[in-house]
């Protein structure tokens, strides 16, 4: 009996070292799996953060072009406000200097002419009379 005893417990050692190790495979085997997981996972959240880096970068860099191009659009419009307002002026300024000359001239015609009918008339009035002819 005792042999078969011995057998019996031989036989629970052995089934019991085999589910040991058994369990210790599985336990290896999950521990490999999760540290695949999670280098998995962390290189995905680096893969996200990096492409979340660049985005952020693209979109900040769009922004500055757009202020750019919106600077150099006001820039524009106002050169373009200050020379427009300077034509103006200087069309202004000429049109008042050829207003100016026509009145000059126009003045001056006038002032030649008054001065001439004054001459005209002093002449007249210096002038001694011419004799008369008389009937002798």
């Known amino acids: 009996m005792a042999s078969n005893q011995n057998q019996g417990s031989y036989h629970a050692g052995e089934t019991k070292a085999r ?24 290189q995905k959240a680096g893969e996200t953060a990096e492409a979340t880096k660049q985005k952020t970068g693209e979109t900040a860099e769009a ?20 020379d427009k307002t300077y034509e103006t002026a200087q069309a202004a300024k000429e049109r008042a200097a050829q207003g ?26 210096i002038a001694p009379p011419e004799p008369e002819e008389r009937d002798i």
């Open 19 to 42: 589910t040991e190790e058994k369990t210790g495979q599985m336990m290896g085997a999950t521990k490999q799996k999760a540290g695949q997981t999670t280098e998995a996972t962390k």
């Open 100 to 125: 100016k000359d026509q009145t000059g001239s126009a003045l001056g015609e006038k002032t030649e002419a008054a001065k001439q009918k004054a001459a005209e008339t002093t002449e007249g009035a």
């Open 63 to 82: 922004a500055k072009q757009k202020a750019a191009e919106a600077k150099d659009k006001t820039a524009q419009t106002a050169q373009a406000a200050k």
